[in-house]
């Protein structure tokens, strides 16, 4: 158990120093253009829910069981090598395959690690979001165009204002989304269970969307991922209160997270909210529809740079706590 903390630690440090690199294929990626494919193909007709529920949980079902048969692979494939060598009698074909074992072990924790550090998507969303908030300096149009990179709906309207709320509620969203529920599932599932729920939080930002399109072919992927990110989605609005040292905000983050649209993303973003005395929310256009979010708090003040660093930094605590969490769960049992 103590391997898969450290592939843990392993996966986390390469997120924390190379995000992710434009360079590197990605995984989600390659779940993003699967996921493309069948809607092209399957989002027509009647019985467009059941098609896209069967899209969802063969996808989901895929790479939970694809992962998992790499991983056996890494381990075991070195032991059937040289595991002939152990039918003989002599020391040399025992120490061969003891030495395939470690290696497989080896194997297997540098593939987790890799694959964790694709699952998480902490570092990459911070410099998106500090990006965001240079490009408002500097003029409304480079703020409209740089948000645009992280979020779904229309930004070409957005005031300076609404352009730096909108980085921080993604933010805040995306701790639970990027890498609290990732973990979660890790600790419940292993390296399998992560990527299977990164298969899920892709197909519901893809295809989640309540408008005409999507509104029944994604109708079970949208539920699917409400499920899968619900105990994640109060247990990071808890992180971030406890390292923000505001567990006083409990009540405010119960008030507004339940009044939110999804039954996930209003609890980090609430607590947020209530960390920074600010207001979330409001109207917004996703594929030329408005739509109206409840706002989460009251104080309408102008955000700023400064709010958006102590964001960061109440993330960036969350985040390692969790990572704490789970590794001593890897440790202790």
């Not at 493309?36 to 949980?57: P, Q, S, T």
């Not at 061969?96 to 194997?107: H, I, N, V, Y």
């Not at 708090?297 to 993330?315: K, Y």
Request: charged share 20%; with cysteine.
């Amino acid at each position: 158990m103590i391997s898969r903390a450290i592939s843990l630690a392993a996966g986390w440090l390469l997120d924390l120093t190379l995000g992710d690199p434009a360079w590197l294929p990605h995984p989600v990626v390659g779940f993003g253009k699967l996921i493309a494919k069948g809607e092209k193909r399957w989002n027509n007709g009647a019985n467009r829910v059941r098609k896209g529920a069967f899209m969802a949980v063969g996808l989901v079902i895929g790479a939970f069981i694809l992962t998992w048969c790499l991983l056996w692979i890494a381990r075991a494939l070195p032991s059937l090598i040289w595991g002939g060598k152990a039918l003989m009698s002599d020391a040399a074909g025992s120490g061969s395959l003891q030495g395939a074992m470690r290696l497989g072990t080896w194997l297997e924790g540098i593939i987790s690690a890799i694959l964790i550090f694709f699952c998480l998507a902490g570092t990459t969303l911070i410099r998106e979001v500090r990006e965001v908030f240079k490009a408002a300096d500097r003029s409304l149009e480079e703020g409209r165009k740089q948000v645009g990179r992280i979020v779904g709906r229309d930004t070409s309207e957005l005031s300076v204002q609404e352009i730096r709320t909108a980085a921080l509620e993604t933010l805040a969203e995306n701790l639970n989304d990027g890498v609290i529920a990732p973990l979660f599932w890790l600790a419940v599932l292993g390296v399998p269970g992560m990527v299977a729920y990164k298969m899920i939080n892709t197909l519901d930002s893809m295809i989640g969307y309540r408008n005409e399109r999507y509104l029944e072919f994604g109708r079970f992927a949208a539920r699917l991922d409400d499920i899968a990110g619900w105990i994640p989605a109060r247990l990071s609005a808890f992180l971030m209160l406890l390292v923000a040292g505001r567990l006083n905000l409990l009540p405010f983050v119960r008030k507004y997270g339940k009044a939110h649209l999804s039954p996930n993303s209003g609890y980090p973003e609430s607590a947020l909210a209530g960390i920074l005395d600010c207001r979330f929310g409001g109207p917004h256009n996703y594929f030329g529809e408005e739509v109206w979010k409840p706002y989460i708090g009251e104080n309408d003040r102008p955000l700023t740079t400064e709010d958006m660093e102590r964001s960061v930094r109440i993330n960036r605590g969350a985040e390692i706590v969790m990572v704490a969490l789970v590794a001593a769960v890897f440790i202790l049992l």
